[in-house]
């Protein structure tokens, strides 16, 4: 919050229902929704993925495989 303007703070809480948890995965399941994967990183390098995220160099998805 900064003390130079107003700002107000609110939540915001999803309602899922059936139908377009059904719609969604239709589209995953067809190939017509994909997650944009950046990297890849071993457990061992969990590390270097912490390290690129918080310098901003990624774009997509950090997958970290166990």
């Given at each position: 919050m900064s003390p130079f303007g107003s700002q107000?703070?609110?939540t915001?809480?999803?309602k899922e229902n059936y139908e377009d948890m059904?719609?969604?995965s239709?589209?995953?399941e067809s190939g017509d929704v994909v997650p944009?994967?950046?990297r890849h990183y071993?457990?061992?390098n969990t590390a270097d993925?912490?390290?690129d995220l918080a310098a901003g160099s990624?774009?997509?998805k950090l997958v970290i495989e166990v």
């Open positions: 107000r703070l609110t915001f809480i999803s059904e719609a969604l239709e589209l995953i944009a994967v950046g071993s457990l061992a993925a912490l390290r990624t774009c997509g």
